[in-house]
Nanobody, 121 residues
């Protein structure tokens, strides 16, 4: 079991910045991927950015050049620095932890409770 605690959401004006954090605790596999997803009202949840424990990153086209994902493996924490925010970035942002157990040969996925990000125009 992995517990995820998110923080850093809020209200910001367009063009502003926010930094989201997500700390993982519990049965953490050394090799894992942590990422941020978002869900706007009436829309499906979508990937924003992800980072592996080795540091490889993946971004949605809509946030490339504006958002930066990073992680501190010693703290099992992932960060999302969001700059040049736009009203269309308004959504609930969810942290996700994914890991594969070589013991059970299973993929495990855990989600955070979500944090609201509202960007006013």
């Amino acid at each position: 079991q992995v517990q995820l605690v998110e923080s850093g959401g809020g209200l910001v004006q367009a063009g502003g910045s926010l930094r989201l954090s997500c700390a993982a605790a519990g049965n953490i596999f050394r090799t894992n991927t942590m990422g941020w997803y978002r869900q706007a009202p009436g829309k499906q949840r979508e990937l924003v950015a992800a980072i592996t424990s080795g540091g490889s990153t993946n971004y949605a086209d809509s946030v490339k050049g504006r958002f930066t994902i990073s992680r501190d493996n010693a703290k099992n924490t992932v960060y999302l620095q969001m700059n040049s925010l736009k009203p269309e970035d308004t959504a609930v942002y969810y942290c996700k932890w994914s890991g594969y157990s070589v013991i059970t040969l299973r993929q495990y996925d855990y989600w955070g409770q979500g944090t609201h990000v509202t960007v006013s125009s």
